[in-house]
């Protein structure tokens, strides 16, 4: 099930300020973004379709820099609203921003923290995360972002407890959700929160989406690769792979089973996913060992060794580096979040830092994938 924490989101309550009523949504758009992503507030929230049951929303779209902004696609577009805009909204909706290593406009920022403050509901959609991150509204809360990009917001911002496996994260007035049409549940979620089930459910007909897709480990961990691989010859090595992640093997290992030199397999895998073959195979152990602290009570020592690593080292310090947690801390921070129906919550979740370890110098030497 999707990641849903009313619990954590309790120990900061904001109510939205006299001024902030949550039905007025703030689309907040940049330049470079995808036209598909910020399509999905604008569809959702930006109709009048109550004639079908669904509830009505009053939608901002505003610009986060000077207009026109260029899409993806090469259209330009203008907003009939700027940043001053976000001081009238209860919801601002950030729905993708165009870079994961450069921060959005301070301007921007500053505007999203101040909105905040004020009681104002923020959501980023798939990249849209990055700048939610950067405004520091993340910190020490629970995310998710497009699979691809999940390692690179773990490591540019370690306080924020990224989960690649969700389809969306509820955090009460924080909400994040994971790639593309993942935008869509998150958005459904919000009218259901605001509206109740029917009203999303006669809105997601309108749309002709389902209105509740499950999530969980074993869906997300099939979310490794893009859909468009499954013709290529590198779907079966792939597929290979992940039946084998408790196997040691490494990328070279891989090349030769794709027939291909380690040079050409590299740069075919790149080409084709976006990520380089030997990140994606260590952040495929690291959720694999994710899952297994999860739903298992193998020791650390005993999931290092299910999900490939050469040694509770290597665990450690790929799963410190890609989620921010010791093994044993994220074991103990989800199962307090997630008891069992004979357990009692000793502690919030992702009230870590007296959990975490301290932080340690990542190692100069480079470690192979599989530890």
């Not at 407890?161 to 998150?186: F, M, N, Q, W």
């Not at 605001?194 to 969980?216: F, I, K, M």
């Not at 299910?306 to 994220?330: D, E, I, T």
Request: glycine residues 8%; contains cysteine.
């Amino acid at each position: 099930m999707t990641q849903d924490t009313a619990v954590a989101g309790a120990q900061n309550p904001r109510a939205p300020g006299a001024r902030r009523r949550r039905e007025v949504v703030a689309v907040l758009l940049f330049s470079g973004g995808p036209i598909f992503e910020s399509s999905i507030p604008l569809s959702v929230f930006g109709a009048d379709r109550q004639d079908t049951g669904a509830p009505r929303y009053r939608l901002l779209v505003c610009a986060g820099e000077p207009v026109p902004l260029l899409t993806t696609g090469g259209l330009e577009l203008t907003t009939p609203h700027g940043l001053d805009a976000l001081s009238r909204a209860g919801t601002i909706v950030v729905p993708a921003w165009r870079s994961i290593t450069a921060p959005p406009p301070a301007t921007a920022l500053q505007a999203l923290r101040r909105a905040h403050e004020e009681g104002a509901r923020i959501v980023g959609l798939c990249t849209g995360a990055f700048a939610l991150a950067a405004a520091g509204l993340l910190d020490g809360r629970p995310a998710t972002t497009h699979w691809m990009y999940a390692p690179t917001l773990a490591k540019r911002y370690p306080s924020v407890h990224v989960d690649p496996r969700e389809l969306y994260v509820d955090d009460g007035d924080i909400l994040t959700s994971a790639g593309t049409a993942a935008g869509i549940d998150l958005c459904l979620h919000i009218v259901r929160t605001d509206h109740g089930a029917e009203a999303a459910a006669a809105l997601a007909r309108r749309l002709v989406v389902p209105s509740r897709r499950g999530s969980g480990a074993d869906r997300h961990l099939d979310r490794s690769l893009p859909e468009e691989i499954g013709g290529d010859p590198l779907a079966e090595v792939v597929s290979w792979a992940l039946e084998h992640l408790h196997e040691q093997f490494d990328v070279e290992a891989l090349a030769t089973r794709a027939y291909m030199s380690r040079r050409t397999f590299d740069r075919r895998f790149r080409s084709l996913t976006g990520s380089a073959p030997l990140q994606w195979l260590i952040t495929q152990r690291v959720l694999a060992a994710q899952r297994l602290l999860e739903t298992s009570d193998f020791s650390v020592d005993e999931v290092a060794g299910r999900c490939g690593f050469r040694s509770p080292v290597a665990l450690r310090g790929h799963f410190r580096r890609q989620l921010g947690y010791s093994p044993a801390a994220y074991r103990a921070a989800y199962r307090s979040r997630h008891p069992q129906p004979d357990e009692k919550p000793e502690t919030d979740a992702f009230a870590v830092q007296s959990a975490r370890e301290p932080r340690r110098t990542v190692p100069t030497q480079r470690e192979r994938p599989t530890g």
